[in-house]
């Protein structure tokens, strides 16, 4: 089938080596294989790969101690068991009155960001990213600011610890410092790949990975009568990638049509996207397309989880153009939006179609990644999805 090997070859682009099989446990470092498929990621000189620090980012990632108060670790915003979202609209932070404006995005494939955040165009690393979530103040995500050496003693005098941090930075003679939890962090997050759901099984050769209808929604999904490839394309399902073999700056905000306050273009004073950095007219409402990789369960959608579920998402919003707010302050229609991406111009879907796009977007969740336990909580303390074993 034509089209088959046109989304084979889309699912490769980019340059890079790839690997010949899908991911999984490889060498004796015990580091993940680069799935089939897909580009080699870019690492760091600075912050090689090793499985030392992997084993010691996993478990900062998911201890609450790294919160000032306890309460809250990154796992509580990133749960795998929701492809690393946390299923609120919007994220919170170390206390009920600390709600960030928009919702914790996903950290599948995060390795591959060209960059981070919802619309910031600054974030280009993940130690940045980490660096970011330690030390911001509005909100206040783990509350690292003036308290950095309270917090890391509590590492210190851990057993555990100190022998995580050993094997992950041997030689180092304190190697309890904000960097190094940060180059761990960054580590272990880069392991969260996601490579093996049913759309990669079929475009591996196994003909009996997708339903029939997933395959005619796949149609759908990648042709021009929907466009949705153009924002959500490549091996990532977002053209927002970086990796080794990229020459150019890929890193892409879309404004899609969700607000337009008052007729004028307006988004909300609290989520105006990129142009809160630029404060250019054109970029108001513009954010960064995630990837669509394990989206089934990552729902409330849009960049402040004002769209409860994905058929809305297809529906409400994509179909027409642009979605309507009909009463509140942010009343508006989005479809008419002066600043809208051109390619969000609308389309009609009967409702067989519907639900054979909506089958092929359940065809990207990945229930190896999602109950893979080189990923998961240490202390058990959050559980995994009830398909796990």
Known sequence: M?????????????????????????????????????????????????????ALGRHLFYDRRMS??????????????????????????ISADQVHPRSAMSLTNVVYNAAFNWANPNLRSLERQAEAVLFNERPVELGWADHEQEILDRFRHDPLYRDLFER????????FTTRRVIQALASFERTLVSGDSAFDRYLRGDSEA?????????DL???????????????????????QGVV????????????????RGAYPPDNRGLWEFTHKDTDMGRFRAPTLRNIALTAPYMHDGSIATLEAVLMTHYARGGRVVTEGPYAG???????????????????????????FLQSLTDWDFICNPAFSDPFGNIPMHERCP
């Open 248 to 263: 150019f700056d890929q890193a892409e905000f879309h404004n899609t049509g969700l607000y337009n306050i008052d007729g």
């Open 333 to 359: 229609d989005g479809a008419r939006n002066p600043y809208k991406s051109s390619l969000i111009a609308g389309f009609v879907l009967t409702e067989q179609e519907r639900d054979e796009v909506l089958a």
């Open 221 to 243: 999904f990648f042709g021009e009568r929907l466009e949705c490839f153009h924002c959500h394309g490549g091996f990532n399902f977002s053209q927002s990638v970086n990796h």
């Open 168 to 175: 992950a930075y041997p030689g180092d003679p304190d190697p």
């Open 68 to 93: 000032i108060n306890g309460a809250r670790s990154c796992a509580d915003c990133h749960e795998q068991r929701r492809a690393f979202t946390d299923g609120r609209a919007r994220a919170v932070g």
């Open 210 to 218: 997708l339903s029939p209808a997933a395959r005619r929604g796949m």
């Open 2 to 54: 034509l089209l088959v090997a046109a989304v084979a070859l889309t699912a490769g682009c980019g340059g890079g080596d790839t690997a010949p099989s899908p991911s999984g446990e490889t060498g004796d470092r015990g580091l993940p294989a680069v799935p089939a498929g897909f580009p080699r990621p870019t690492v760091p000189a600075d912050n090689p790969l090793t499985a030392g620090k992997v």
